[in-house]
C-alpha cells in the first residue's frame, strides 16, 4: 500500500512564476491537508479538502494560494506569481475520516520550493 | 501566543540513556498526535491519543495524555542513535481535521 505521494520533491521557481504542487492521497483516503513548514518555523496548517470540496482554509493566504481537490486525481497546491517569502517545505497529509473520532493523518515526503 | 509548547526545544542524550519530551496546550485537547521528522524529509506517525490518561506504547516509546487532555509526554527507554530526529506533537481541538503543531524538539543521541 503505497503512502502520501507528493511530486516534485523539489521544485525551483523564479519570482513571478507559478508553483504547482501535487498530492496523491493513500488509496481508501479521502480526505487531504496541505501544511507548509517555514524556515526556523514550525509547521503551520494551510488548507483542509475532502474530494472536490475546500473544508477549512482558514491557514491559507488570502493572496495567490489556491488549492483544489478533483473527483479524479491529485489534490493541487498552486501558488500564483512566486516571491521569495514562499520557499519552504510544502507537505500534505491524508486521512481516511471513517468515523468521527479518527483523524490519524499521514504525511508525505514534501515538496521542497526555492524561489530564486 | 502559542498554543501548543513543547519543551525541551533541544536534546542531546547519550545512547541507552532515557528521555522524556513534553507538550502543554493552552485548552482542552480532542486528540494529540505525535510524530518523528528526520532532517529534510517528512512526518512519522508514531502515537495518536485522545482518553484522559491514555497511554500508547510501540517498541522503545511511550505516549502518554494527562486525565485533563492539557498535556502529553513522549517517552523514550534506552536512546539509541535511530531515535534521533525531530519530535513533533500535533493537536486537534475541535475535531475539525486540521492539526496545530508544536515547535518541535530536536533530539541527538550521541554513539
Known amino acids: 500500500n503505497a503512502g502520501v505521494m507528493q511530486n516534485p520533491r523539489h521544485l525551483v521557481r523564479r519570482r513571478g512564476q507559478e508553483a504547482r504542487l501535487r498530492c496523491s492521497p493513500m488509496k481508501g483516503h479521502s480526505h487531504v491537508y496541505w501544511y507548509r513548514q517555514l524556515p526556523e518555523e514550525g509547521l503551520k496548517f494551510m488548507v483542509y479538502l475532502q474530494k472536490e470540496n475546500i473544508i477549512d482554509e482558514s491557514g491559507m493566504p488570502k493572496e495567490r494560494f489556491s488549492a483544489e481537490f478533483p473527483k479524479e486525481g491529485p489534490s493541487i497546491l498552486r501558488i500564483q506569481q512566486v516571491v521569495r517569502g514562499d520557499s519552504a517545505a510544502y507537505f500534505c497529509?491524508?486521512?481516511?475520516?471513517?468515523?468521527?473520532?479518527?483523524?490519524?493523518?499521514?504525511f508525505g515526503p514534501g515538496t521542497r520550493l526555492t524561489v530564486l | 501566543s502559542q498554543e501548543l509548547e513543547q519543551s525541551p526545544q533541544s536534546l542531546i542524550v547519550q545512547e541507552g540513556k532515557n528521555l522524556t519530551i513534553n507538550c502543554t496546550s493552552s485548552?482542552?485537547?480532542?486528540?494529540l498526535y505525535w510524530y518523528k521528522q528526520k532532517y529534510g524529509e517528512g512526518l512519522i506517525f508514531l502515537m495518536m491519543?485522545?482518553?484522559?490518561?491514555e497511554e500508547k506504547s510501540h517498541e522503545k516509546i511511550t505516549a502518554k495524555l494527562d486525565e485533563k487532555k492539557q498535556q502529553s509526554s513522549l517517552h523514550i527507554t534506552a536512546s539509541q542513535p535511530s531515535h534521533a530526529g525531530i519530535y513533533l506533537c500535533g493537536a486537534d481541538w475541535n475535531q475539525g481535521g486540521k492539526l496545530i503543531f508544536g515547535q518541535g524538539t530536536e533530539l541527538s543521541v550521541k554513539p
Open positions: 491519543l485522545q482518553k484522559g490518561g
Open positions: 497529509a491524508s486521512s481516511p475520516r471513517t468515523s468521527s473520532s479518527y483523524n490519524e493523518q499521514f
Open positions: 485548552k482542552t485537547l480532542y486528540g
